[in-house]
């Protein structure tokens, strides 16, 4: 049996970390096989890392997953492998990357031009998608805030509300600055702190409610329900 092939883009660990989970959680483990690398060197001589392979036999699924380094380079590395992706069987193409540093009035701006980047790699019939976690990756995770108090039982919503006034129930996450300084806040509540390290991602990856995420979120968080119907659209 060959299985279907996307190659998905994103531009840092924390990124790779949860939509390999996600992946996983959507098609089913025993259905997908992931393989995770790593873009290393400049923007001119850029050489993958191999990272980890997850074979599972029989798998009607198959996911090549880049961590490019940074958002800078989600576009461009998608541009280069295109046509070694293509030769490989490929179906699709998807990308992720933050929007941040570049204010949220900038975002049709942007999708714009990533659109006419890659509208001439479009030609092969390949579908090529970039989405941007507006602003942080770290939206979504604010938004599934279920995941805060398995980390630790005092940070339910009334207590983040009462010290930080700030009722992630009902906020729209996605037109947060800086996400990820939101959850630097919340986490100092309990004297921790957020860093964008692999033990703290990893931590949340495992903690995030998936089934809450996938049935209710995509009602509210537009770019994450954008990312899902990607990948939805894929595993048919």
């Not at 089913?28 to 074979?55: D, H, V, W």
């Not at 692999?198 to 329900?225: A, G, M, P, R, W």
Request: some cysteine.
């Amino acid at each position: 049996m060959t299985p279907k092939k996307i190659a998905c883009f994103v531009e840092g660990q924390t990124e790779q970390l949860f939509v390999e989970r996600l992946f996983q959680e959507i098609a089913g483990y025993k259905n997908i096989s992931i393989e995770t690398c790593k873009f290393q060197g400049t923007k001119a001589n850029r050489i993958i890392q191999p990272l980890k392979l997850s074979t599972i036999k029989n798998a009607p699924f198959f996911v090549v997953l880049y961590d490019c380094g940074n958002d800078a380079h989600v576009v461009s590395d998608i541009r280069k492998q295109h046509q070694s992706l293509i030769k490989n069987g490929y179906e699709k193409i998807l990308g992720l990357r933050d929007l941040y540093p570049i204010p949220l009035g900038k975002k049709e701006e942007i999708e714009t031009g990533i659109r006419g980047f890659l509208k001439p790699l479009q030609k092969t019939g390949v579908p090529i998608s970039v989405i941007l976690a507006v602003m942080e990756i770290e939206a979504w995770f604010l938004a599934e805030w279920n995941y805060l108090s398995k980390i630790d039982n005092r940070l339910t919503c009334d207590f983040i509300l009462q010290k930080c006034g700030l009722d992630i129930r009902i906020i729209d996450t996605e037109k947060r600055a800086r996400p990820s300084q939101d959850l630097d806040k919340i986490y100092r509540l309990v004297s921790r702190n957020y860093a964008k390290s692999e033990k703290t991602s990893q931590e949340i990856v495992n903690n995030l409610d998936y089934e809450f995420l996938y049935l209710h979120l995509v009602n509210s968080v537009k770019q994450l329900k954008r990312f899902i119907d990607e990948i939805d659209s894929f595993l048919v």
